[in-house]
C-alpha cells in the first residue's frame, strides 16, 4: 500500500513540486480554490474541502482546527494514517503542526510554529536575548489600551498597530498621536488579536534560506525598494534585490541565526525581515517558517539554483536536502532581483493593452505578463501585480537600475469590469 501524504493548503503555482507517483497525496483545501482550479486538483487521491471564508485573514484555516481535524481523519481511515504533513504557506504551518501532534509524527511541533506566528509569543521567546526588536505592548482587553498606548508614544513619535498572526502587511495601520490610536484599538471586536509597536525608520531587509542541523544550509539578504506596508496601502511596486555589502550581509546573517536558535527551529526554511536603521543599528521584525511569497521564490531558484518550495516540501517529508551550491547568496557573484509592478486599480479588470516588453532590460530572466483579455482581481490574494520580473545582475547598484527601468517602461491598460 501506498504511503499517504497529507497536504494542508494548495495552490496551483507550487502543484509541479509535488511527488504524486510514489504516494497517495491528499489535500484539504477551502471551498474558493475548489471552485477556482479543478482541474488542477485532478492528481490528488482525494480533496476534502474546508468550509471557510476565502479572503486574507490567515488565521481561517487555524481558527476551523476542529474542521480540518475530522477531514484529516476521513482521509487516514481511507489512506491509512499519513506519514508526512505538508504545510507550505503561512497560513497552515500552525494547523500542519497540530495534525503532526495528532497523528504522533516528526517535524516542527505546534510550540515552535506557533513562535513563527504570532508576534508576540514570537518577540517574548527573544526576550532573554541580545536581538533588539521593536518595543512592542499587547492587549488582554480595553482596560490596558490607554497606559499601554501612552507608553509606546512616549518612546515613538509613531506607532504601527498590526494583527498577531497576519502576513503580507494585512491590517497594519500607522498612527502619530496616541488618541487616535486609542480610538482605533476600542473599536476593535477583539483588542487581543492585535499589538501595537513603535515604529522603526530605516532599510527593511529579507533573509531567507534553509536552516539544519544549527546552521544555514543556503542564506540570502535582500534589500526592498518598499516595504509591504507602502506596497499593500500606498500602491508602490513591489521590488527586491539581494545585497552584495558583504559587512551587512555577515551582519544579517549573524542576527538570522540567533534569532531561529532563540526561537528553537531544529529545521526549515524561513523568511524574516529586519531594519537597519539610519544609526546602523539592526533590529529583528519577524520571520516565518516558511519560504517567502511574491517573487522570494522563483528569484532564488532562477538566480542561485536554490529551490526553496522543493527544499520546504523535504523538510515536511523528513527528506535530505537536495541543495549542494554556495551557502550565501553574496559568494555566487550575483544579484538576485524581482520587480512586480503595481495594478492600476484594485477593482476586478480585463487588460485592453500591455505596453513596453519591448524595452526590457537584458538581465530579465523571466517575466510573467498578462495578455490583452485576461481577468485580473478575481480572487483575494497577497500582492496582486500587472507583471513580474525576475533578473539576474552583476551589483546591487545595476539591479536598482534595472529595476527602475522596467517601472519606467512596463505597464498595462486596463478596463473596469463592472460589479465582477
Not at 481511515?77 to 504551518?93: D, L, N, S
Request: aromatic share 10%; net charge negative.
Amino acid at each position: 500500500m501506498k504511503k499517504h501524504i497529507l497536504h494542508i493548503g494548495f495552490h496551483p503555482a507550487f502543484k509541479s513540486f509535488i511527488d504524486f507517483e510514489h504516494a497517495n497525496v491528499t489535500v484539504i483545501i477551502h471551498s474558493k480554490l475548489l471552485e477556482l482550479y479543478p482541474d488542477e486538483l485532478t492528481k490528488f487521491a482525494a480533496v476534502k474541502e474546508l468550509k471557510v471564508a476565502h479572503n486574507l485573514n490567515l488565521n481561517e484555516y487555524h481558527n476551523a482546527m476542529d474542521q480540518i481535524e475530522s477531514l484529516a481523519d476521513e482521509l487516514s481511515a481511507a489512506f491509512g494514517k499519513p506519514t508526512a504533513i505538508v504545510g507550505m504557506f503561512e497560513h497552515v504551518t500552525l494547523p500542519a503542526a497540530k495534525l503532526r501532534e495528532r497523528y504522533g509524527l516528526a517535524g516542527t511541533t505546534p510550540l515552535i510554529a506557533e513562535r513563527f506566528r504570532d508576534k508576540v509569543i514570537m518577540k517574548s521567546a527573544l526576550r532573554n536575548s541580545d536581538i533588539r526588536y521593536p518595543w512592542f505592548v499587547a492587549f488582554s482587553d480595553e482596560a490596558d489600551i490607554t497606559g499601554k498606548v501612552d507608553e509606546l508614544f512616549a518612546r515613538s513619535a509613531k506607532v504601527i498597530v498590526k494583527p498577531k498572526s497576519q502576513a503580507a502587511a494585512q491590517g497594519i495601520r500607522v498612527f502619530t498621536d496616541a488618541a487616535s490610536c486609542v480610538d482605533y484599538l476600542r473599536e476593535l471586536d477583539d483588542v487581543s488579536e492585535v499589538e501595537a509597536e513603535e515604529f522603526i525608520e530605516g532599510r527593511l531587509l529579507h533573509f531567507d534560506g534553509l536552516y539544519e542541523n544549527g546552521a544555514f544550509r543556503f542564506f540570502s539578504v535582500s534589500e526592498y525598494f518598499h516595504g509591504c506596508f507602502e506596497v499593500v496601502h500606498e500602491g508602490q511596486h513591489l521590488v527586491s534585490y539581494t545585497i552584495d555589502d558583504p559587512s551587512l550581509f555577515a551582519r544579517v546573517q549573524a542576527l538570522g541565526l540567533d534569532v531561529i536558535r532563540e526561537l528553537g527551529l531544529e529545521r526549515g526554511v524561513f523568511h524574516g525581515e529586519v531594519f537597519c536603521t539610519p544609526d546602523d543599528d539592526l533590529v529583528f521584525l519577524e520571520i516565518g517558517n516558511r519560504f517567502g511569497g511574491a517573487g522570494v521564490s522563483p528569484t532564488l531558484k532562477k538566480v542561485f539554483d536554490f529551490d526553496i518550495v522543493a527544499e520546504s516540501i523535504r523538510v515536511d517529508l523528513g527528506q535530505a536536502s537536495q541543495y549542494a551550491g554556495p551557502a550565501r547568496s553574496i559568494d555566487t557573484g550575483k544579484v538576485g532581483t524581482y520587480v512586480y509592478i503595481a495594478l492600476p486599480t484594485t477593482k476586478p479588470c480585463e487588460v485592453e493593452k500591455v505596453n513596453g516588453l519591448g524595452l526590457l532590460p537584458d538581465s530579465v530572466l523571466h517575466h510573467d505578463t498578462p495578455g490583452v483579455g485576461a481577468k485580473l482581481n478575481v480572487a483575494a490574494m497577497p500582492f496582486p501585480a500587472s507583471g513580474k520580473f525576475i533578473l539576474c545582475n552583476a551589483s546591487a547598484e545595476q539591479a536598482q537600475a534595472d529595476a527602475r527601468s522596467i517601472i519606467r517602461a512596463y505597464s498595462i491598460e486596463v478596463g473596469v469590469i463592472g460589479d465582477a
